[in-house]
């Protein structure tokens, strides 16, 4: 059964193979993730046309994630079964093209049952003290970057990094729903 994990609750603690031998250890856990500021763990996969849309955007929040000490690492947690394209040797490939960050593999789904995740991509800002203080979305067009008019995950990170309140801390994720286990 899935969680309410919203903003103020503590990020439950998840250990999970990581499908990015290019950036972290070949399995990574909540604290091994963590940044001096924080982390984000966004939950997301290979072929959902919002993921595949917010790519670039993606790398480039992880990366400004990186530059401002909070780590960054993405989890797929869709059946790869059901999914092929969302297998651990797909995921492998996906991360080889040039992804950043780790790209962890929830085979169980328990990592994104445990944060009540719903949808691909979905983000999770993480303080120090392990309380969730921003879930959502990227931004309000994750499939086409032409026409977004807001950036809550940066405005999030902006805000947290700077030892304010996030002014908005929980917006609602657009994209594929997480595929679950039959």
């Not at 763990?41 to 530059?67: D, L, M, Q, W």
Request: glycine share 8%.
């Amino acid at each position: 059964m899935s969680q309410v994990m919203e903003p103020g609750s503590k990020a439950p603690e998840f250990r999970l193979p990581n499908a990015n031998p290019n950036s972290g250890s070949e399995s990574m856990s909540l604290a091994e993730a963590m940044g001096e500021n924080g982390l984000i763990v966004a939950f997301t996969c290979n072929h959902c046309p919002y993921v595949v849309g917010s790519e670039p955007r993606i790398e480039a929040i992880a990366e400004k994630a990186r530059s401002n000490g909070i780590g960054f690492v993405g989890i797929n947690s869709n059946d790869p079964v059901m999914y092929e394209s969302d297998s651990w040797d797909n995921m492998v490939k996906r991360a080889s093209r040039g992804m950043t960050y780790p790209y962890l593999h929830d085979s169980t789904q328990e990592a994104a049952t445990s944060y009540g995740a719903e949808r691909t991509p979905e983000f999770y800002l993480i303080g120090t003290d392990t309380n969730v203080v921003y879930r959502g979305r990227l931004d309000d067009s994750p499939r086409d970057p032409s026409h977004a008019k807001t950036s809550e995950l940066s405005d999030a990170i902006d805000d947290h990094i700077s030892g304010a309140k996030v002014r908005i801390p929980r917006t609602d994720s657009i994209g594929c729903s997480v595929k679950w286990k039959a």
